[in-house]
């Protein structure tokens, strides 16, 4: 069914992550599996109608899975039957009239600003090279809003000391790079000379780069002593970025180019929460509210 081509498509032209493709992967083949329970007399692609995809959808909709877990396996199939067509593999495209059920909106949650002050100022982080490591990881991603895959990456040669700014890559391979005050600049600078770091910023105590798992853990044991929220993954801290700097006047543009999104839309979804504030300054001031 040509996926080990659609694979490496998506690998070596549109240059996703390892994470992207293994989820494209898993997509396809739960549908070929449900194509296979459904009618295992099916063994061409040109055997399956918008009307079997119709019902792989419902099927989905039947599992009670998300509107946005769906979305995402329908627009896994969307590309690879455009795949499919661009290559002659079919004439026609068989989910075009497919129509994705809507997604529910949902809003950002983040820290409140006070939490996050008293986090970096009043919580005790434990002696030595690994309490100024996690007090690092979790200033860093609050000051600059990166991704969790970014911050594991960043090298010591990613950063400029003398313009202040760090320079990551992003989803797609595209680098970008990050305005960094004088004192996290600083604080780094201290950080890499008294640990005698040479590769990667950060590390275990072996010098070995970071992996996700440890980073969750200290973002989470960090996040829990100010804050009650239920998922304190490090994405988190990167809504809290996004949220805080709105509230603070910074403009949405600027924003999305800090974070990396492609597109403004992904971005708008933070303004939510400044109306929610705005709404609340406006109840509270003004007298006829």
Not at 87 to 100: A, E, F, G, R
């Amino acid at each position: 069914m040509h996926i080990k081509e659609f694979i490496f498509f998506l690998s070596s032209e549109k240059r996703f992550s390892a994470h992207t493709i293994t989820a494209y992967k898993n997509d396809l083949l739960q549908f070929f599996s449900f194509l296979n329970q459904e009618d295992p007399s099916i063994n061409d692609l040109k055997q399956i109608s918008f009307k079997i995809i119709r019902k792989y959808v419902a099927f989905l909709l039947d599992s009670h899975l998300k509107s946005r877990t769906v979305n995402r396996k329908i627009s896994t199939l969307r590309s690879y039957f455009k795949f499919l067509v661009r290559m002659d593999y079919l004439s026609s495209n068989p989910i075009l009239k497919i129509i994705p059920p809507k997604s529910e909106k949902k809003i950002p949650v983040f820290v409140d600003q006070d939490s996050m002050q008293a986090l970096l100022n009043e919580v005790s982080f434990e002696k030595g090279f690994i309490g100024e490591r996690d007090k690092l990881i979790i200033e860093l991603f609050y000051v600059t809003g990166v991704r969790l895959s970014e911050l594991i990456n960043i090298r010591i040669a990613d950063i400029n000391f003398d313009k202040c700014s760090v320079k990551v890559l992003g989803k797609r391979n595209k680098e970008r790079i990050i305005p960094l005050s004088n004192s996290i600049t600083n604080e780094i600078s201290s950080f890499i000379l008294k640990f005698d770091l040479s590769k990667y910023l950060f590390t275990n105590l072996k010098k070995q780069k970071v992996y996700n798992k440890l980073v969750y853990r200290v973002v989470k044991k960090y996040i829990s002593k100010i804050s009650s929220i239920d998922k304190n993954s490090p994405h988190i801290l990167r809504h809290t970025f996004a949220t805080h700097m709105l509230n603070n006047g910074a403009d949405i543009n600027a924003i999305k180019e800090l974070l990396g999104h492609a597109n403004l839309s992904a971005t708008q979804v933070y303004t939510h929460n400044t109306i929610d504030k705005l709404k609340m300054i406006y109840k509270q001031a003004h007298p006829r509210a």
